[in-house]
């Protein structure tokens, strides 16, 4: 059983920057596909990028892109989500996500561990 632990939230003001990490534990970490998503008040859970297995390949939301970059450290089981230019719109709790499938050419794929998600929140 993978675990999944979200760290870096906070409050940040428009136009900052923030970085969250996300250890894993409990599995082999590069075998995992690893994602963020995100859901803010009143709304659905939305994708937001996607790294493979030996980070060549990452797929973002056309939210985020040229925003957001999405990386990892297999020596170090975490993943990491730099967010840059950071918009009210960007205010959610982020969650982690793992898959044993291939969820970057298959958006649709099913992630089969989640973290427990880190508030981000962005003021005006």
């Known amino acids: 059983q993978v675990q999944l632990v979200e760290s870096g939230g906070g409050l940040v003001q428009a136009g900052a920057s923030l970085r969250l990490s996300c250890a894993a534990s409990?599995?082999?970490?590069?075998?995992?596909?690893m994602a963020w998503f995100r859901q803010a008040p009143g709304k659905e859970r939305e994708f937001v990028a996607a790294i493979s297995r030996s980070a060549v390949t990452r797929r973002y939301a056309d939210s985020v892109k040229g925003r957001f970059i999405i990386f990892r450290d297999n020596a170090k089981n975490t993943v990491y989500l730099q967010m840059n230019s950071l918009k009210p719109e960007d205010t959610a709790v982020y969650y982690c996500a793992a898959s044993r499938y291939d969820a970057v050419l298959y958006p649709s794929s099913p992630y089969d561990y989640w973290g427990q998600g880190t508030q981000v929140t962005v003021s005006s």
């Open positions: 409990g599995g082999t970490f590069s075998s995992l596909v």
